[in-house]
């Protein structure tokens, strides 16, 4: 078993199809969308949003009775782990219109979808090209075996290279980027689901605490 696993390991067949595939997904998405959806890598593991969800929850509890109490210029000294939230918490207590934070969440949260769904993007490219890239090494594994055919010994070399790259391109889309891009897919989705959630009980509370008499009664109090 372990000589069998040993011949499935060919580092420069395996370095070019992971060039090629580099290649073709470069390409088709661009450095900078490349480089994010490999610094995704690191959120994949380490991100958790039902726990954020729940820390979100907790803070704007807090947020709404410090703008009863305060109103909404003191709403960003609730202290948050989370940049988002900080953030909004910030932009909440500088904004003088519900509209201006509504702007704000709205083109951050679209924002935020965009730079996802390019790091998606940048996984589904590497499961789209892995198998074709592969069907190409094939292809020239087996034109290696036609040529060859008078020398027997240069038909071992070709039918594993034929044999390897269709390996390596079926093991690279289907164990590594397609669920890698199924699982940045549902942390987006997710993410993005309560940090909405947030926006609009921010903008709720923003256009509660704009009526006119409320922060003429808060300047009172205060």
Not at 81 to 89: G, I, K, V
Not at 104 to 112: N, V
Not at 128 to 143: E, F, Q, R, S, Y
Not at 148 to 161: E, F, H, Q, R, W
């Amino acid at each position: 078993m372990i000589g069998i696993m040993a011949h499935l390991f060919d580092p420069l067949t395996l370095l070019a199809m992971l060039a090629g595939i580099g290649a073709v997904v470069l390409f088709q998405n661009g450095w900078r969308a490349m480089g994010r959806g490999f610094a995704a890598l690191g959120p994949l593991l380490r991100a958790d949003p039902a726990k954020d969800r729940a820390a979100a929850r907790a803070a704007m509890l807090k947020i709404d009775q410090v703008a009863q109490l305060r109103g909404l210029a003191c709403t960003d000294r609730v202290k948050t782990a989370n940049p988002f939230l900080t953030e909004a918490a910030r932009k909440l207590a500088n904004s003088e219109k519900p509209e201006q934070f509504e702007l704000w969440a709205a083109q951050t949260l679209a924002d935020r979808a965009e730079r996802h769904g390019g790091a998606c993007k940048v996984w589904l490219s590497v499961a789209d090209a892995a198998p074709a890239l592969g069907m190409a090494g094939t292809i020239i594994g087996l034109v290696g075996m036609f040529a060859g055919m008078n020398d027997p010994a240069s038909l071992g070399p070709s039918m594993a290279l034929a044999l390897l790259t269709t390996f390596y391109g079926v093991v690279i889309a289907n164990l590594l980027a397609a669920p890698v891009a199924a699982r940045l897919a549902d942390l987006s989705e997710r993410e993005l689901a309560w940090q909405k959630e947030v926006a609009d009980r921010m903008a709720a509370i923003a256009r509660r605490e704009n009526v006119p008499l409320r922060r003429a009664s808060i300047r009172e109090v205060a």
